[in-house]
């Protein structure tokens, strides 16, 4: 199934790197996985929270927010919106990237993605992830890396495997 777009998409090299714990995208698939209806999978919806360090977005939370979700649609309601930034700031974070699942494998922004993000900022990166969350967590494995680059939105495209950087809980050997 392919996205509804109109309107180009262009593509452009990331603006710094996006750097989230393993732990923070194993949790939010896990989330998006819980979309579902009577009908079956539905779009799902995760804000993560964190700062930005220079050009670099660092991850430290994610936020699952009240959704009006469907086969084809995901959509957080305003008070859960308010919610997600008040809980960030009460730890000293920002709302600063979101993750969203698409039907199917086509994990580009649909016109309605690019007008429907909460409060975009140049530099704030949009992550989709294909057949309903199970689609993978990286460039490789096929998520969407999208970035809000000088007043729209544009897809890093896949060979920027810097983008994006998973960061295992445990590096180098046992704790």
């Given at each position: 199934?392919?996205?509804?777009?109109i309107t180009e998409l262009p593509q452009?090299?990331?603006?710094?790197?996006?750097?989230?714990?393993?732990?923070?995208?194993?949790?939010?698939?896990?989330?998006?996985?819980?979309?579902?209806?009577?009908?079956?999978?539905?779009?799902?919806?995760?804000?993560?929270?964190?700062?930005?360090?220079?050009?670099?977005?660092?991850?430290?939370?994610?936020?699952?927010?009240?959704?009006?979700?469907?086969?084809?649609?995901?959509?957080?309601?305003?008070?859960?919106?308010?919610?997600?930034?008040?809980?960030?700031?009460?730890?000293?974070?920002?709302?600063?990237?979101?993750?969203?699942?698409?039907?199917?494998?086509?994990?580009?922004?649909?016109?309605?993605?690019?007008?429907?993000?909460?409060?975009?900022?140049?530099?704030?990166?949009?992550l989709v992830v294909g057949d309903y969350?199970?689609?993978?967590?990286?460039?490789d494995q096929g998520i969407g890396l999208?970035?809000?680059?000088?007043?729209?939105?544009?897809?890093?495209?896949?060979?920027?495997?810097?983008?994006?950087?998973?960061?295992?809980?445990?590096?180098?050997?046992?704790?």
């Amino acid at each position: 199934m392919s996205v509804f777009r109109i309107t180009e998409l262009p593509q452009r090299p990331n603006r710094g790197r996006l750097i989230v714990p393993e732990q923070v995208a194993v949790q939010t698939k896990v989330a998006l996985l819980g979309f579902r209806g009577p009908d079956g999978r539905h779009e799902g919806l995760v804000y993560w929270l964190g700062r930005r360090v220079g050009a670099d977005t660092l991850i430290l939370a994610g936020y699952l927010p009240q959704c009006d979700h469907g086969p084809q649609h995901v959509l957080a309601n305003d008070s859960d919106i308010g919610e997600a930034v008040r809980t960030a700031r009460s730890v000293g974070l920002c709302v600063v990237a979101q993750v969203h699942s698409h039907p199917g494998c086509d994990t580009r922004h649909s016109d309605g993605d690019d007008r429907l993000i909460l409060m975009p900022f140049n530099g704030m990166f949009s992550l989709v992830v294909g057949d309903y969350g199970r689609g993978g967590m990286t460039l490789d494995q096929g998520i969407g890396l999208h970035q809000f680059q000088d007043g729209r939105w544009v897809q890093v495209p896949a060979e920027c495997r810097e983008a994006l950087c998973v960061v295992p809980t445990v590096m180098g050997g046992l704790l």
